[in-house]
């Protein structure tokens, strides 16, 4: 269920995560002098990098995660003395299954991230949203339970009924993503985006400043913009890619990335 001080590389920060650094420090700073486990809301891969990052530096404290199954993306870690070892209830998750009219509606994960968040919920209040091909479900704090079935009536036209189910009822999530080794000449924005789907770096940097690439769901203009492992890079019409590793560099002097893909 969890993993321990989960280390992944990836030292460099960026201006604008201080917000976030900060705001884990105070948590680390709290669970270090109080010797009390503190919650965090639900991480992306790059917040669980940087909390990684700076626990290090704590001998006495470790990080545990839980985003309500095994190998989920998006997760609530427990900053907590290493004596202290959590339960699933100590992550305060709940997870809903959305009924909806199969016959008439087929639903997919971006209309379902918008009704979420349309309701007025912050992304970091909700998990992972998962489906098997035909049935969705997703993760949120269970404190929130009654205002997102009181709020969340509608997903696109389609009207839905939420239920709440144990994690035994868990789908079997289906996973279209691929694991690809690509060769960049460089670790900018443009050029990952430009190599993964087959575009010229002209046609990248325009996707790049018309505001259509997010770098961990964050919409990013700079083309120039430096990507890291674990940054995920979403790509309006075209798909996501979630940088696994920087491996090297080959004879030619290219960096050699594992990456993640989903193409739409």
């Known amino acids: ?32 002098t109080m010797y009390t486990p503190q919650l965090t809301d639900f991480l992306n891969l790059r917040e669980q990098t940087i909390l990684n990052n700076l626990i290090n530096k704590y001998d006495d404290l470790y990080v545990n995660y839980f985003g309500g ?16 070892v959590p339960k699933e209830a100590d992550y305060e998750l709940t997870m809903y ?11 997919h ?4 991230l918008g009704s979420l968040t349309g309701s007025g ?17 997703f993760f949120v704090f269970k404190s929130m339970g009654s205002y997102i079935e009181d709020q969340v009536k509608k997903i696109g036209p389609y009207k839905i009924h939420l239920t709440e189910e144990g994690f035994d009822e868990l789908l079997l999530p289906k996973d279209e993503s691929t694991d690809e080794k690509i060769n960049v000449q460089s670790l900018r924005l443009d050029a990952i985006i430009a190599t993964v789907y087959d575009l010229s770096r002209q046609s990248a940097k325009a996707l790049v400043d018309h505001g259509k690439v997010q770098i961990n769901w964050v919409v990013n203009k700079n ?28 004879k030619n002097d290219k960096y050699i990335l594992f990456v993640n893909i989903i193409k739409k």
């Open 1 to 32: 269920m969890d993993e321990k001080k989960k280390i992944i590389g990836g030292g460099y920060f960026r201006p604008e995560e201080k917000p976030f650094i900060d705001k884990m420090s105070d948590l680390l700073l709290k669970a270090q």
């Open 69 to 84: 199954y095994n190998n989920a993306e998006r997760v609530r870690g427990i900053i907590a003395p290493d004596y202290f």
């Open 97 to 107: 299954e959305i009924r909806y009219p199969e016959k008439f509606a087929n639903l």
């Open 109 to 112: 994960h971006g209309q379902i």
């Open 121 to 137: 919920i912050d992304r970091d209040r909700f998990g992972d949203i998962i489906t098997d091909g035909e049935n969705w479900q």
């Open 223 to 250: 083309a120039s913009s430096f990507v890291t492992i674990t940054d995920t890079l979403s790509v309006r019409g075209y798909g996501r890619i979630r940088i696994n590793d920087i491996m090297g560099r080959t």
